[in-house]
């Protein structure tokens, strides 16, 4: 009996036609097909690995340089990205995000939102003060802003759309002129997962994910990935995770590829059931604002429509009443869980500016809402009802 080879594009003679990312989320990273073989790879728990004499190219010596429990995940990670080396698994996402800062000298020079993940942000001031970095924050959705900042920049890092306040950027403009300066670019996908835009197809060198978030999406992990299709960044990628023991364990590694094989299940319904909560948010009147790039009036729609293939799951709400009223509406809801992160099945939502590193350009009041899969209309009468208690009719 004959077997088929494996891996992301396999088994490539018997397909007419590039797979869909929903299909290779299911598919790629999977064992041999082999008969009595198993259908998902096994998790191998050992720290090192008999060696003998010289180690030869491909040998596995000991499991912080490489173990196979990684391998799976990184073809799938870089299928889903039309990536054309493996990912890189990290040990969470802002591991991933200090291998991408190593690209940046002494002295050097990054670009990045003003609005992104507050660690993104620490880190990036922590560069300034250590190693003499100059950092310029830039309004991701103002284009002509993010050109004139990015001359003689060592690393243009990017959000689109943005943690919090999902500010879409237009990447095809931004990477394409980076890419003209010499400039190194690297986007953080963790909103828009690789269902909804892939940067590297886009003209990113680097993308980087917060695994923890979509990818696994079960809150049981915390984990990081680095995507590229450049082997020699891939090399420099792997070589710090293994320098800085940044390295993910093999049971996170494989409940992360369990988690990944029902993104695209997951992934649309929780963007569906969010533009049906943003759009009703939209005319209560109890609401202030609300931000989701699949509104018409939103000042991300058009780009997003034009750039992206989804509008994802996360809402920006501020309701009537200020800081007070956001505290009081995260108190008062039942089904919603009152938690950072996001990204899992279940539905979340926390006030922003309750952290004391965020931004201070994002309003107090903002609640950061991450919708799950739960049924549409119970997480509508949970935050309609808990904005009638709490704001006023």
């Given at each position: 009996m004959t077997t088929e080879p494996t891996g992301p594009t396999a088994p490539s003679a018997h397909r007419a036609a590039p797979l869909s990312p929903a299909t290779?989320?299911?598919s790629a990273g999977r064992p041999p097909r082999e008969q009595g073989g198993p259908v998902n790879p096994p998790v191998v728990l050992s720290s090192t690995y008999v060696s003998r004499g010289v180690q030869q190219p491909g040998e596995l010596l000991y499991t912080r340089m490489d173990t196979e429990t990684w391998h799976p995940f990184e073809e799938a990670l870089a299928a889903l990205e039309g990536a054309a080396e493996p990912g890189v698994v990290f040990s969470s996402g802002m591991a991933a995000i200090a291998a991408v800062y190593s690209f940046v000298p002494a002295g050097g020079k990054v670009v990045l939102p003003r609005h992104a993940y507050q660690v993104t942000l620490g880190f990036a001031d922590d560069l300034a003060t250590r190693l003499g970095v100059e950092v310029v924050r830039v309004d991701v959705a103002d284009t002509d802003q993010v050109l004139a900042a990015i001359d003689g920049a060592d690393l243009l890092l990017l959000e689109s759309p943005t943690n919090p306040m999902l500010e879409v950027a237009d990447l095809p403009v931004l990477l394409?002129?980076?890419?003209?300066?010499g400039v190194l670019t690297a986007v953080d996908n963790t909103f828009a997962t690789p269902l909804g835009q892939q940067p590297l197809v886009l003209g990113a060198d680097v993308v980087v994910h917060s695994v923890t978030k979509y990818?696994?999406?079960?809150?049981?992990?915390?984990?990081?990935?680095?995507?590229t299709s450049d082997p020699t960044l891939a090399a420099r990628v792997r070589a710090y995770r293994t320098l800085h023991g940044a390295i993910a364990g093999p049971w996170e590694v494989w409940l992360a590829l369990r988690g990944l094989r029902t993104l695209a299940l997951r992934v649309e319904r929780s963007q569906a059931s969010a533009a049906e909560i943003a759009r009703r948010l939209a005319g209560h009147p109890l609401v202030e604002e609300v931000r989701h790039p699949s509104?018409?009036?939103d000042p991300g729609h058009e780009r997003a429509a034009r750039t992206m293939t989804g509008f994802g799951a996360i809402i920006?709400?501020?309701?009537?009443?200020?800081?007070?009223?956001a505290d009081a509406l995260v108190e008062a809801v039942g089904l919603w869980v009152p938690a950072t992160s996001l990204g899992g099945v279940e539905s979340s939502l926390e006030r922003r500016r309750r952290f004391a590193t965020e931004s201070h350009t994002v309003p107090e009041d903002l609640l950061r809402l991450s919708v799950g899969i739960e049924d549409v209309e119970d997480l509508w009468a949970d935050l309609d009802r808990a904005l009638r208690a709490t704001v006023g009719d």
């Open positions: 290779l989320a299911v394409a002129a980076a890419r003209r300066r990818l696994a999406g079960h809150s049981d992990v915390v984990l990081g990935a680095v995507v509104l018409p009036t920006g709400l501020r309701p009537r009443g200020g800081r007070e009223a």
